[in-house]
C-alpha cells in the first residue's frame, strides 16, 4: 500500500509537469526513474548488454552507419553499471569471513587518484574531462562487478566463449572490408580500413590494432582449452584459422610479431617438464609468424617504389624499424600535419619533460584530457604539437598522468596477471577456468607491453572492455581461492562469503571442485 500511495503520488506530480508544457520540468522524473530501473535491472542483463554492445554493435555502426557519437554508448552502459553494483555492495549480507582484495586494485586506485590529482592541479576544461572520463573511469564497474561475485563462473565462462564466437565474426566482416571498402579507397594504405567489428571509418582506418590484439588473446584462450581438452580438436582449429585469417587481412605487424610470444605465454609451464612440446609450439608460431610476414610483404607492400624518405616503407620489416626510429619524421606531401614515429614521439616527451626539467609534468602529467581531440572538447596540449599526441597508450599516460601514472597502469596489469597464473594452479578452480585463467594472463601481460605500441587500450571501446573483464575475472578467482586458504587456516566453523557461495560450490576441504556446472 506505502508503495502504491508512492507510485500515484509520483505519477500525479508528473502528469502536473506535463501539463505545463515544459519538457525540461519532466527531466528530473525521467531521470528519476532511470534510476530505480538501474537499481532494479538484472546484473546478467547489464553485463551482456555491455558484452554485445562493446564488442559487436558500436564499431559496425560506426564504421558503416557513420555515426561517431555512437563510441559513447558503451561508456554509459558500463557508467550505468555502477547503479546495481553498488545496490549489490550495501546489501545487507551475513557475517562471514572477508577475501580480502589484489593487490594490483590498490594500485589501480592510485592510478586513478594520481589521474585526478594532475587534473585538479592543472587547467581542466569540462569538455575534455568529460570525454576522457571514458577512459579513466566508465568500465572499470565491469572488473568491480565480476570481483565482487555479481556474476558466477558460469557466465564468465560463457563469455569467453562468447568472445572466440566474436573472434570468428571478424573474419566475414575483415574480408568484406578488405574486398570491398579497402579496394574502392584512394589512400596509400587502404588496408587501414580492415577493423573488423572494432570502431573505425571507411575512409580513415580505425581500431585495427585493437582488433589484432584481440585476436592474439582469442588465440591464446583457444591454445589453452586445447592444451587442457577443454574444446573440441575441429571447433579449434576453425578457431584458429579464422584468427589467422583475420590477421592476415588487416595488415597488423606488431599482432604478428607477439604471436610467438602467445605461444610462448600458454607453454611456459611445459618448457621443463615437456621441452619437445614446447620447442614444436615455439616452432610453429615463429612459422606462423613468417607466412603472415610473408603475406603483408606480397601482398601490402607489393609494387611499391619508394621508401618512408619519400612517404611510404616498401617492406614490413621497414615499417617496424621506422616507427622504432627516434629520428623519423616527415611532412605529408599534402601537408596535413607531419608523420612521426612511435619512438620520435617518445624522445620528444623526453626532450620537454625531462631534459628540459619540467619535473611536475614529467611526473603527473597534464591532467586527463590534455590530448584528447573530440567535438565536446580539444585538450590543452593538442594546439602546442603539430602531430596527434594520442597515438599510443604509452603517449596519453606520460602526457596526462605522467610518469608515475604509467607505471602503476602497467604494474596493475602485471600484477592482476601474476595473479590470474597463481590462481590457475589452484586446485580450487575448475579445469576449464584453469585454462581461461591461463590465457588472461597472456592477455594482461600483452595489454601491458603493447601500451607503446597503439592506444586501443584506452580508446577503442571493444578493447577496453575485453582489458577490465579480464581484470575483473583475474581480482574473482583470486578471491576464491584467497577464502578456500582462509577457511582452511581457520577451520571449518566458518562459511564462505554467500556472494561465492551462490555462483559456486566448492568443496574446500578437499582438492578437487565441485561447481555447479559440468565442464568439458
Known amino acids: 500500500m506505502p508503495l502504491l500511495i508512492l507510485g500515484l503520488g509520483f505519477a500525479v506530480l508528473m502528469g502536473m509537469a506535463a501539463a505545463l508544457g515544459r519538457p525540461a520540468l519532466l527531466a528530473p522524473f525521467v531521470g528519476l526513474i532511470g534510476l530505480l530501473v538501474l537499481f532494479v535491472i538484472p546484473a ?18 560506426m564504421y558503416f552507419g557513420k555515426l561517431d557519437s555512437a563510441r559513447w554508448i558503451p561508456p554509459l552502459l558500463t557508467l550505468a553499471l555502477y547503479v546495481p553494483l553498488a545496490a549489490f555492495v550495501l546489501k545487507p549480507k551475513k557475517p562471514s569471513l572477508d577475501a580480502g582484495w589484489p593487490l594490483w586494485l590498490f594500485i589501480l586506485a592510485m592510478f586513478l587518484v594520481v589521474a585526478v590529482c594532475s587534473t585538479a592541479l592543472s587547467s581542466p576544461m569540462v569538455g575534455e574531462v568529460a570525454v576522457a572520463s571514458r577512459a579513466y573511469f566508465a568500465f572499470w564497474s565491469v572488473a568491480l562487478a565480476l570481483a565482487v561475485g555479481m556474476l558466477g563462473p558460469r557466465d564468465m565462462a560463457l563469455a569467453w566463449k562468447a568472445l572466440l564466437i566474436c573472434a570468428v565474426i571478424q573474419l566475414p566482416v575483415a574480408l ?3 574486398l570491398v571498402v579497402a579496394k574502392a579507397s584512394s589512400r596509400l594504405s587502404p588496408w587501414d580500413a580492415v577493423v573488423g567489428t572494432f570502431p573505425g571509418n571507411m575512409e580513415g582506418g580505425g581500431a585495427s590494432h585493437g582488433m589484432g590484439i584481440f585476436l592474439l588473446i582469442a588465440m591464446a584462450a583457444v ?8 574444446i573440441h580438436r575441429g571447433l579449434a582449429v576453425l578457431i584458429l584459422l579464422s584468427i589467422l585469417g583475420s590477421l592476415a587481412l588487416s595488415e597488423v605487424k606488431a599482432a604478428v610479431l607477439l604471436v610467438p610470444l602467445v605461444f610462448a605465454l600458454v607453454y611456459y609451464r611445459e618448457l621443463l617438464q615437456r621441452p619437445m612440446l614446447t620447442l614444436g609450439a615455439v616452432l610453429i608460431s615463429v612459422a606462423l609468424m613468417g607466412t603472415l610476414i610473408l603475406v603483408y610483404e606480397n601482398t601490402f607492400y607489393a609494387n611499391r617504389g619508394m621508401t618512408l624518405s619519400g612517404k611510404m616503407p616498401t617492406s614490413p620489416l621497414e615499417a617496424v624499424q621506422n616507427q622504432l626510429n627516434p629520428e623519423q619524421m616527415h611532412i605529408r606531401s599534402e601537408g596535413a600535419g607531419v608523420v612521426v614515429s612511435r619512438a620520435a614521439r617518445m624522445a620528444d616527451w623526453w626532450q620537454r619533460s625531462v631534459r628540459y626539467g619540467d619535473p611536475f609534468h614529467a611526473l603527473l602529467g597534464y591532467g586527463i584530457g590534455a590530448t584528447q581531440i573530440s567535438s565536446v572538447g580539444m585538450g590543452e596540449l593538442v594546439r602546442q604539437f603539430p602531430y596527434s599526441l594520442d597515438m599510443t597508450g604509452t603517449n596519453i599516460l606520460l602526457w596526462e598522468t605522467g610518469v608515475i601514472g604509467h607505471l602503476l597502469l602497467m604494474a596493475a596489469l602485471l600484477l592482476a596477471g601474476m595473479n590470474c597464473a597463481s590462481s590457475a594452479r589452484s586446485p580450487l578452480v575448475p579445469v576449464e577456468h584453469k585454462a581461461l585463467l591461463e590465457a588472461a594472463a597472456a592477455g594482461l601481460v600483452i595489454y601491458a607491453i603493447t601500451l607503446p605500441y597503439s592506444n586501443f587500450a584506452l580508446r577503442a571501446a571493444p578493447s577496453q572492455f575485453l582489458m577490465v573483464f579480464m581484470l575483473g ?11 578456500g586458504h582462509l577457511i582452511r587456516a581457520t577451520g571449518p566453523a566458518h562459511t564462505p ?6 555462483n559456486t560450490k566448492t568443496d574446500l576441504a578437499g582438492k578437487r571442485p565441485t561447481p555447479r556446472y559440468l565442464h568439458g
Open 223 to 230: 591454445l589453452s582449452l586445447w592444451r587442457t581438452r577443454q
Open 44 to 61: 546478467r542483463l547489464a553485463f551482456w548488454s555491455i558484452l554485445v554492445v562493446s564488442m559487436l554493435l558500436v564499431g559496425p555502426v
Open 497 to 502: 562469503n554467500e556472494n561465492f557461495e551462490n
Open 176 to 178: 568484406y572490408q578488405y
Open 473 to 483: 575475472y583475474s581480482a574473482y578467482w583470486w578471491r576464491v581461492v584467497r577464502l
